[in-house]
């Protein structure tokens, strides 16, 4: 079972920002990488996702995060990352990396269950 380690997690005031890294075993074939999120009480959601690829990759985002997050990747490191930023208390969440190693459609790309890795989360907590 391929081991994602995420970093990066904490607490900040409402307007702050975060930058949240995900280590992927650079053996692991990266077709999505992406970040959900799941709050207490609620289901996991996709927030950002990248199919690596030049350019930069192609990204995708939830529309509740579009203008605030940044998904990205580097390759030399094995790393994708989320910059967030104009946290709001709404983002307290636990955020989990994930990583899907095949083609799939890209209507799925935030169908959690169509990621094969993830990892153990890093808590995220927006005060207001």
């Known amino acids: 079972q391929e081991q994602l380690v995420e970093s990066g997690g904490g607490s900040v005031q409402a307007g702050g920002s975060l930058i949240l890294s995900c280590a992927v075993p650079?053996?692991?074939?990266?077709?999505?990488m992406g970040w959900f999120r799941q709050a207490p009480g609620k289901e996991r959601e996709g927030v950002a996702v990248i199919r690596p690829g030049g350019g930069g990759g192609t990204t995708y985002y939830d529309d509740s995060v579009k203008g605030r997050f940044t998904i990205s990747q580097d390759n030399a490191k094995n790393t994708v990352y989320l910059q967030m930023s104009s946290l709001k208390p709404e983002d307290t969440a636990m955020y989990y990396c994930a990583v899907r190693d095949s083609y799939y459609n890209v209507a799925g790309v935030f169908d959690r269950q169509r990621y094969n890795y993830w990892g153990q989360g890093t808590q995220v907590t927006v005060s207001s």
């Open positions: 650079e053996r692991t074939y990266k077709y999505w």
